[in-house]
């Protein structure tokens, strides 16, 4: 059983940055490949980035690539997703979520993650 609490998000001005963490309890955290997803008012939960459970490849959804980073410390069963030069269409709840296998591959489906955070709202204005 993996449990994920986020934490990181707020209200920032277009064009700002914000770091998301989102800490794992129990003992299969480093062995899970991680996601990060958003949902809009009135939009699909979809995906943003992923990392293995090494953290040695990575994936970004196109409208985030070069501007989002995302990583993991295992040692202290965190992920994380970077955020920068935010833009209005970032505004989303932002999501963490373990993935259903052990040291599996990248997944990008909402089906592919058992075990999902509650969820912290990320408010970009412009």
């Known amino acids: 059983q993996v449990q994920l609490v986020e934490s990181g998000g707020g209200l920032v001005q277009a064009g700002d940055s914000l770091r998301l963490s989102c800490t794992a309890s129990?003992?299969?955290?480093?062995?899970?490949?991680m996601g990060w997803f958003r949902q809009a008012p009135g939009k699909e939960r979809v995906i943003v980035a992923a990392?293995?459970?090494?953290?040695?490849?990575?994936y970004y959804v196109d409208s985030v690539k070069g501007r989002f980073t995302i990583s993991r410390d295992n040692a202290k069963n965190t992920v994380y997703l970077q955020m920068n030069s935010l833009k209005p269409e970032d505004t989303a709840v932002y999501y963490c979520?373990?993935?259903?296998?052990?040291?599996?591959?990248?997944?990008?489906?909402?089906?592919?993650?058992?075990?999902w955070g509650q969820g912290t709202q990320v408010t970009v204005s412009s």
């Open positions: 129990g003992r299969t955290f480093s062995s899970r490949a």
């Open positions: 979520a373990a993935d259903s296998r052990l040291f599996g591959n990248l997944r990008y489906g909402l089906h592919d993650y058992d075990y």
């Open positions: 990392i293995t459970w090494s953290g040695g490849r990575t």
